[in-house]
């Protein structure tokens, strides 16, 4: 899949903007402000349903109007997006699409940007949802467990902050969790065996360096163990009033040579090591739906000398295509043909 043309109405910065897309590489040129990185955004949430920059999506609606649109059209589909004060409605070729689950990775963007380098160092909530998101897009098992899984456990909480808690519905609750939380660790599991399996050629192949990069899954148990550490956690959870078991305090780190990347690896070793990771989702992604992903860059290339630049564009697929922001065509050291689109700032009115 690859996207033909962008249309945004009311969104962000942008009045109206059409943004017409070759189907390999792109380049977005401007000065800051004019809203490169909007442009992203927008296919972002086609994508995920969310920004990455805000948590309302109020934020996203221009400046004194009451919606936003985000109009994506692809070689196969069209996508819709109306967002309004209060809440959005999704299209997929005109027809509304009533749960998020069906729209969810529909166009499946991968996206790097600079402020990526904080998931190093980040709350391991801020981790999760990056997990979540990459293989919601991929598996609707899994997204239908998470969010079930999610609103027993405020169902669960809320009992836990009773005065005098019903443990019968407190064990039905527990009862109902175990098939979702097996689903959410198994999926995990799957999802971090397939990058590991990636990360580590990639790794060596942008960087040119020959460290061990390994990503270690830190889960609440094993599978097997699902009930009995349920069954284990009631005292905890009655004793502190919230649920202290389960995957929503999973997390994961990234080694190298076998040490917390935080406490070996320079902030150049760091971003390498994250774009690795970003190229792995992308084989994840092809390997899972037979698909390549679009590829947003995000102000990175800038960043890195003129062979990481060139090892980093080689190291991508022919067939994928990719979107790159930058302030100045003349920093990128670039090759291969590309479509430029040149952002001013009279555009914003």
């Not at 148990?221 to 004793?239: N, T």
């Amino acid at each position: 899949m690859y996207i033909k043309s962008l249309g945004l109405s009311d969104y962000r910065n942008y009045s109206r903007k059409t943004v017409n897309f070759d189907r390999h590489l792109n380049i977005i040129v401007g000065k800051n402000g004019t809203g490169k990185t909007n442009i992203l955004e927008s296919i972002i949430f086609v994508s995920n349903t969310k920004s990455f920059r805000t948590n309302n999506d109020r934020d996203l609606i221009r400046k004194g109007e009451e919606f936003a649109r985000i109009d994506l059209n692809t070689n196969k589909d069209s996508y819709r997006v109306v967002i309004n004060k209060r809440n959005k409605s999704l299209y997929i070729n005109n027809n509304l699409i009533n749960r998020s689950s069906q729209f969810i990775g529909k166009v499946n963007a991968i996206l790097f940007k600079p402020s990526d380098l904080e998931l190093f160092t980040q709350s391991p909530s801020e981790r999760r949802k990056l997990l979540d998101i990459e293989i919601s897009k991929i598996s609707s098992r899994y997204i239908q467990s998470l969010l079930n899984y999610n609103s027993l456990l405020k169902d669960k909480n809320r009992l836990l902050k009773e005065e005098k808690i019903d443990e019968v519905l407190f064990d039905v609750f527990n009862e109902s969790m175990v098939p979702m939380i097996k689903t959410i660790i198994a999926e995990r599991e799957k999802f971090f065996e397939a990058i590991n399996r990636y990360i580590n050629p990639i790794y060596r192949m942008i960087s040119g360096k020959q460290s061990d990069i390994k990503i270690t899954y830190k889960k609440c148990s094993e599978i097997e163990f699902v009930e009995e550490e349920l069954k284990k956690s009631k005292d905890r959870d009655y004793y502190y009033h919230y649920a202290t078991y389960g995957p929503h305090h999973d997390d994961y780190n990234f080694n190298m040579d076998g040490y917390d990347i935080n406490s070996i690896a320079s902030q150049g070793q760091k971003r390498m090591v994250l774009i690795a990771f970003k190229f792995a989702l992308v084989k994840y992604v092809q390997n899972e739906t037979l698909s390549t992903p679009i590829v947003l860059l995000d102000d990175i290339l800038s960043e890195l000398d003129k062979d990481n630049q060139e090892r980093l564009l080689n190291s991508i697929p022919e067939n994928t295509q990719i979107i790159i922001t930058n302030t100045d065509i003349n920093n990128l050291k670039i090759d291969k043909e590309y479509r430029l689109i040149e952002l001013k700032e009279e555009e914003n009115v």
